[in-house]
């Protein structure tokens, strides 16, 4: 049996160059998101079944979450160099497996393994080994990038962004090759060379979808965001504009009547919009931009260029994927079923995006060069 320790908050604090306000705004959010989830999901469960199940179950997701963001960030980060090569071999043959029949099939995509009380979805931690890897091979390259390098570095990417597009999952694939944009060009990468990399995607892009290469639900996904004709963004919409300013209060209002559907897990927001109106919902892109501005902070003020290229990937993950989130909700970016960080229901994105600001702690609490 493996026992964890929780580390001690007191100790930590007593770290130079602890980020506590990043670790301490990770868990308002956490613990926010643990009351929203329990209030988006309490009416569907009031005729019958548990009425905290879903509480209970992401309450634990989040103290695990936690346990883990707190034991990572007592990591030296240049250790993590060591498991990159493990970690990207691990997460490609997590996500060839999950497309076998050990992997989980819902809602028409194969991304989960099913174990009864947890379900995992290893392209959340594959984002994560991504970074690593990027991170660890333009670390190895202290005299700057070479041409073919760079190919290697799209390679090494690319397998994975395919692997995650065929579950298929393109709301993660396209978070993928953000991260991969924004990495390189941190790592010296020069900008005509990234612009024609994003004409060639757009390229490829447009093609996917004149051959028939996207999944018709996707397609259909993009013209109802140009066209605004999205039925879970348009229910969001009006939840969100009955809250007013101050909302209709907490367990009350629209929200409360099952009109969004998965309102507990991608639609998130248009909860707290209903519930805590324009007020509360300002207030939870304010604390995630705060934690997205103490990442960036992180990676500015990184020792080496491992720990500045870990953090800003870190950073463009979580930034990004708000970004998504709430943009669908809100009508200007495409449904493609990314959670909103730290507040959607599910496991698998709560302890992945606690380990992402684990590592990003653990980059802060060493910029002086103390380890411990």
């Known amino acids: 049996m493996i026992h964890t320790r929780l580390p001690n908050l007191g100790a930590a604090r007593r770290v130079p160059g602890f980020d506590l306000l990043l670790a301490g705004l990770a868990l308002a959010v956490g613990a926010f998101g643990v009351l929203m989830v329990y209030s988006a999901t309490r009416p569907e469960l009031s005729t019958g079944g548990d009425p905290h199940y879903y509480l209970k179950r992401q309450a634990l997701f989040v103290a695990l979450g936690l346990v883990v963001m707190l034991g990572v960030s007592r990591i030296d980060y240049r250790r993590l160099e060591q498991l990159a090569t493990p970690a990207y071999v691990l997460s490609i043959l997590a996500l060839l497996a999950v497309r076998t029949p050990i992997g989980s099939n819902a809602l028409g995509s194969q991304r989960w393994f099913n174990f009864h009380f947890i379900q995992v979805q290893p392209s959340e931690f594959t984002v994560l080994a991504m970074i690593l890897a990027i991170a660890t091979y333009c670390e190895r390259r202290p005299d700057g990038l070479s041409m073919r390098d760079v190919w290697r570095l799209l390679l090494m990417a690319g397998l994975p962004i395919l692997l995650v597009y065929l579950q298929p999952d393109l709301g993660t694939a396209i978070i993928m090759v953000v991260v991969l944009m924004v990495m390189l060009a941190i790592a010296g990468v020069p900008p005509r060379f990234l612009f024609l990399m994003t004409v060639v995607a757009v390229g490829v892009a447009l093609l996917a979808i004149v051959l028939g290469v996207l999944q018709h639900y996707q397609v259909l996904r993009l013209t109802s965001f140009l066209q605004q004709k999205s039925y879970q963004t348009n ?138």
Request: net charge positive; charged share 10%; with cysteine.
């Open 235 to 372: 229910e969001s919409k009006i939840a969100i504009g009955a809250g007013g300013l101050w909302g209709s209060g907490l367990f009350q209002g629209i929200s409360t009547h099952g009109y969004v559907p998965e309102q507990q897990t991608d639609f998130i927001f248009s909860v707290v919009g209903s519930q805590l109106g324009f007020i509360g919902a300002s207030g939870l892109i304010v604390a995630l931009g705060a934690i997205s501005a103490r990442m960036l902070r992180a990676s500015m003020l990184a020792k080496d260029h491992l720990g500045r290229l870990l953090a800003v990937g870190i950073f463009t993950f979580f930034a990004f994927s708000c970004f998504q989130n709430v943009g669908m909700i809100m009508g200007i970016m495409p449904v493609t079923g990314i959670p909103l960080p730290l507040v959607s229901y599910g496991g698998s994105a709560a302890v992945c995006f606690f380990l992402a600001a684990g590592i990003v702690l653990s980059v802060t609490r060493r910029r002086t060069g103390r380890t411990t």
